[in-house]
Each structure stands twice: as C-alpha cells, then as structure tokens.
C-alpha cells in the first residue's frame, strides 16, 4: 500500500517538475542571473526592516523622480516598522491635488497618511513625453511582474556595463541582463547615491539590495503573514493526513481482511 | 421523549414529505461501491472539492472585483493589499483552477485506462467531457478578468480564432467582442460568464453523479459487480479513504498557495493590459498548453482551429471508437503499453505548446498532433480487433481475496 502511495507522490514531483521545466522553457533564459541570497527567501524568511527603510529612502531620493508607486499607500509603510507620526511627515512632505470643494474648485493640499505614493507624472502622457516616449513603468508590482522577481530586479541594476563595440547605442544603455541589452533607463545607482539615515555605508551593492528588499516588499506585502500562516496550515495538514490514513487502514482492516 | 426520539421524529416527518434524508442514505452512506478501488479513484471527489472551492472563493472574490477595464487590474490589487485575507482568497482561488485542472485531468486518464467510458457509461463519460468543456471556458474567461497583460493578449488571440470560419467568421468575432476592439464590453460579458458557468458546470455534475450511480462505479478490474460480496458500502469506506487524499492533495495545494503561489501563472499578468505592447510570447495557462501545441502544430488556421476542438470532441466517440470488449487495459496486454504513449503524447504537446512555434518545436508539435489523432482514430479501434485479452477474472472478491491469501504465502 506505501509503494502506491509513494508512486503517487512521484506522480505529482513529475507533473510539478514538468510544469518548472515547461515554464522555464517558456520563459527565455538566456543568461545568468547573479546568485544573491536575500533576506525574505525560504520558507521562513523576513523582510530585513533596517534593509528596506534604507530602499525607501533610495527609492525617494532617486527612483521617485520618473517611477510611481501607485498601489502603495503611506499608511502601509507600518509594516516597515514607521510610527504613524513618521508616516504623516513622510506624507505631508508630497502635495496632492483634491477636490472639488464646496465652491466646485480643485485644490492642492499636504498628502495623508491613507494617501496612496504620489505619481511623479500628472497622467501618462506627460510620461511618455517627458522620456522619449516611454512611460517609466511603475514599480508596485515590478517584482511580481519580472521572470525571476527579485533575482532578476538586483541583476539588472548591477548589470549596466561598457557597450560592446557590436550593439548600436542610439536607443538607450546597455545591460547585461536586460532583454534584448538595450534599455531606455540610464543607470540609475552608482553608489554613494544617498547619504543614509541610519549611517550605512551606501555601497553599490548595498544600495541595490536595499531597494530590492523594498521593491520585493511592495509587492509582495502579505509575505510574512503568508509564511508564518502558511507553516501552521502545513504542519496542521500533515498531522491530520497521517490521522486520516491511520483512520484508513483501521476502518478497512475487516474488508481487507476478507471478513467483510 | 428524549431529545434523540424527538429528533429521529423529525426526520421522519420531513422524510415522509420530502425524502432528502432517505436519498442521502440511498447516495452516500448505503450505495454499494466495488470493493476493489484503488487510489486513482480518488480523484472524482477530489474534483467536487475543488469545484465547491472555486466558487465559494470565487463568490467572495466577487464582492470586492471592479469588472470594468479601467478599474479591474486596481480592485485585483486592492483585494490584495487591503481586504482582510484578500491575498489568502486570490490566491486560493488562482491555484484552485490549476488544481482542479489537475485532479480532472487525472480523473480523466483514469477513466482512459480502465475504459470507464465503456457500455452502459457512456452518458456519464460524455457529462465529464462536457464538464471539461464548461471548465475551459470557465477558466479562459476567468483569466482575463485581472485585465494584465496575459487576460488581455490571450483574450485577443483567442476570440480571434473565431475569425477562422469562414464568410460569417469577422461578424462572429464583433458579436463575441461587443465592439471591434477587445475592451469594457467583453471584460463585462465575461464577467457575467464566468459566474454563471460554475453553476451550469453543478448542473452536470449532479447528472454525471446521477448516471454513475445507476450503474455504479467501475473497477479496477472492469468486470460487473456479482453480488453482495463484491461491493462495500461507500460510507465509512469511501468516505474515508476519500477524506485521507482530500488532506494528503490540500497539503500540496497549501504549500502552492502559501510558499509559491505565483509559480503557476504568468509574471506579464501583473502588468496592467497595454493595447499597444504586445508581449514577446503569448502563452495560455499551463492547462491550455496540449490544445494550444495542436492549434499551432497545424500551418493554417480554420485547420489548427478545426484540430484543437477535434481533440477534445474525438473523446465523445471513444465508447465506439475502442472496440474492444475488455475495460480495464490490466486485462489488454497491447493496449496497456499504447495507452502510456498517449500520457507521453500529451506532455509533449504540453511542452511544444509553451514553446515558441520555432525551430525544432514545430515538428515535434506536428509528430504530437499527428499521433494524438492516430491513438484515438486509428491505433484504439484497431487494437480492440487485433489484440488477445488475457483471461478476466470470474469474480472481484474472488480475485480480492486471492491476492491478500499470496501476498501472505509470499512474505511467509
């Protein structure tokens, strides 16, 4: 009875090996990412808070200048560890336009905490036409929306090098890693970027890990609570499938038997 | 009166005037099962858990979903972000189709090697195939309401099919489109769709439930239940073993849902739909990817539209396309190998099928295609003629029963 059990268990390896085998197929690997271990992988894995405040902090400083975070909302920045007090003067710090008021006006006032991220652009087109026709996209979801996630976010902001003498230049930058090498944004950290809060030395690297780390949290926000509930389910199922199989094999002892 | 004749009274009375309690006990608890199953036929209740999950997921889902094109991708993500356990219910709704598209493909094989399909089933074959189609198109219509860029590209490429048929071809695409254009108006008819079918797909359920019990399930055997002593009552010892693969496939749809939950989809799905920029490969969910190696293994496109939706109605004539007068492929000795080569088949057109049409994939695609049609139009029929069964068992306690008394000699 095991050995069925267990050929059904391979079944299922196979299939879900298969699927990675189709998907990656799929996906176009082309080439190396860098091998980075970060904070939030594994199955216990946190967000390194300190790790994440400092990409904010890059975020604000450098990337908000072209890219928005529209899915985020100030009240949010609770998880990283912000007191409500820090929140508001992070959020009064940006102006949002409101309205109409009682007089049927339009009117500029200090963003609030329940304020979703400002958008750097008034609307799309002012995007496009203010960077040759590209929109920068915005980065809630830019983990999500990339082969590889996170992987994939660190490469490629380590990955602008010199152009090879065989790739015409005219269009952007190039990057190792970026589809195609070709990418409309410049580089955007070198280091010493930012002079951090907290006193870190503000390396390339350190930087790049550090707005990932935060680019990793938005999103995928839900990731501690999903992890931590996740193991308490598991742990749950896996004790109850062995109930239910001793159960099992109690209830048909008498068939198998052949006294029933 | 204690309160236990109270209650049985009760039964009583409401069972006298509507018999749900004696049907119940007819269909669940007393109904005489063969005593021979084995896992594989687990996955038939497996499939109803699923179904009840998607829509008591889905229902909820629904009560937060903004199902117009400019609000869609925003409410996925404020369902994400801010309804309480919004990423708990998405993501269990997301997985739950490839899950449920799992266990019925498996159900289906199964069905395929033990000849399931094979006289006095084949009504309750076709409601499962009719309930694989409903899925589909539950599932495609499904997938276009995030309106990323995978919803949106997939919904354009797929209602573009329709194209394909001739003269009236262009005019069926706008009807389906409500426009010219993929936009507001088909989100909104697919939205309505998408929660409608989930209850036709109940509607075949309880039909394909109620054709299996009129004649019982069948076996591993594939021989007819003789009497008594060949069946068990389904209740406690289906229920059972049916619960214990409930838990063991939530263990792996939980460690999905809670440590890879995107695993199964596209990344391009978390970018908002863009008219203007085409993805550099369109592929459809994992599930669609066979008949999506079948539509594109074929070089003109009424003829590979015409083969994807052969290859799924070919299954409506296998009850007479097998002719061999044997059900379970244990007893068919030819037949047993040949099935195997069509699970391979499948994995191969699934693999093509999430390839780009290139190179060395078109052929393998085109060899797939040609030999999936040939297993089923040429290779069944012919076989069911040609091939000697071995020597059916007389009875399935006798050959029960006979198996545990040499196990026991042989470990003795």
New interface residues.
């Given amino acids: 009875m095991f050995s069925k059990f267990f050929i059904r268990f391979l079944f299922y390896i196979f299939s879900i090996y298969f699927l990675y085998i189709s998907l990656s197929f799929s996906a176009g690997k082309s080439f190396e990412l860098y091998d980075i271990k970060f904070s939030f992988d594994g199955i216990f894995g946190t967000f390194d808070k300190p790790s994440a405040r400092r990409g904010l902090q890059i975020y604000r400083e450098v990337c908000s200048g072209c890219h928005g975070l529209k899915f985020i909302a100030y009240r949010n920045l609770t998880s990283l560890g912000y007191s409500r007090e820090e929140i508001k003067n992070i959020a009064s710090e940006y102006e949002i336009e409101d309205g109409p008021n009682s007089e049927g006006e339009m009117y500029l006032r200090p963003a609030v905490s329940s304020d979703n991220f400002i958008d750097p652009y008034a609307n799309i087109n002012m995007a496009k036409f203010m960077n040759n026709g590209a929109a920068p996209p915005d980065l809630s979801l830019i983990v999500k929306a990339r082969n590889y996630g996170s992987k994939y976010v660190y490469s490629l902001l380590m990955g602008y090098k010199d152009i090879p003498d065989n790739f015409d230049s005219l269009n952007g930058y190039y990057n190792k890693f970026y589809p195609g090498h070709i990418i409309a944004m410049p580089q955007p950290l070198y280091g010493d970027d930012v002079e951090y809060l907290d006193g870190t030395i503000s390396s390339l690297e350190q930087e790049v890990i550090d707005i990932t780390t935060f680019l990793t949290w938005t999103s995928h926000p839900e990731m501690v609570d999903r992890k931590k509930m996740g193991f308490k389910v598991l742990v749950f199922l896996i004790f109850m499938t062995g109930l239910l199989f001793l159960s099992y094999k109690k209830i048909w002892k008498p068939v198998k038997d052949g006294s029933i | 009166m204690t309160k236990k004749e109270i209650g049985s009274r009760l039964i009583d009375w409401i069972d006298y005037r509507l018999p749900i309690f004696s049907s119940i006990k007819h269909s669940l608890v007393d109904y005489p099962t063969p005593?021979n199953l084995?896992?594989w036929w687990n996955f038939g209740s497996l499939a109803g858990f699923f179904l009840v999950l998607q829509i008591i997921t889905g229902v909820v889902l629904a009560m937060h979903y903004n199902p117009s094109a400019e609000g869609a991708f925003?409410s996925i993500?404020h369902i994400?972000?801010n309804v309480n356990y919004g990423?708990?219910i998405r993501?269990a709704h997301m997985n739950g189709a490839s899950f449920f598209f799992?266990v019925v493909y498996i159900h289906i094989f199964r069905g395929l090697y033990y000849g399931s399909y094979k006289s006095p089933r084949e009504l309750l074959w076709w409601f499962g195939l009719i309930i694989l189609l409903l899925m589909m198109a539950t599932a495609f219509m499904g997938y276009v309401l995030p309106w990323g860029q995978m919803s949106f590209w997939a919904a354009t490429v797929i209602t573009n099919l329709f194209s394909a048929i001739p003269v009236i071809g262009d005019g069926i695409v706008n009807w389906l489109l409500g426009g010219f254009a993929v936009d507001d108006a088909l989100l909104k008819r697919f939205y309505a769709l998408h929660y409608l079918f989930p209850f036709l797909i109940v509607g075949f359920v309880i039909l394909h439930i109620s054709a299996l019990h009129t004649h019982g399930s069948n076996n591993p055997l594939g021989i007819d239940s003789g009497g008594p002593q060949d069946s068990?009552s389904f209740h406690?010892?289906y229920t059972?073993?049916d619960?214990?693969g409930l838990?063991?496939v939530?263990?792996?749809f939980?460690?999905v849902?809670?440590?890879a939950?995107?695993?199964?989809g596209h990344?391009?799905n978390?970018?908002p739909a863009d008219s203007l920029k085409t993805p550099?490969?369109i592929?459809p969910e994992?599930y669609f990817?066979p008949f999506y190696g079948i539509l594109r293994a074929i070089p003109d496109k009424l003829g590979g539209v015409v083969a994807m939706v052969s290859a799924i109605f070919v299954l409506f004539l296998l009850p007479w396309l097998d002719t061999s007068k044997v059900k379970s492929a244990t007893f068919r000795p030819i037949y047993k190998k040949i099935y195997w080569l069509l699970v391979v088949d499948v994995?191969v057109l699934?693999?093509v099928g999430?390839?780009?049409p290139e190179g060395y994939f078109i052929l393998i695609g085109r060899i797939a295609t040609i030999y999936y049609f040939s297993h089923i139009l040429i290779l069944m029929p012919i076989i069911g003629f040609l091939e000697k069964p071995k020597k059916l068992p007389s009875s399935i306690?006798g050959t029960?029963?006979k198996q545990?008394r040499e196990n026991v000699d042989n470990n003795v």
Wanted: net charge positive; charged share 15%.
């Fill in positions: 005593r084995n896992y925003a993500e994400m972000r990423w708990l993501y799992i068990i406690p010892y059972i073993k619960l214990f838990s063991f939530l263990t792996i939980f460690l849902v809670f440590y939950p995107d695993y199964l990344p391009d978390y970018i550099a490969h592929v994992w990817l994995v699934t693999w999430g390839n780009p306690a029960v029963l545990k």
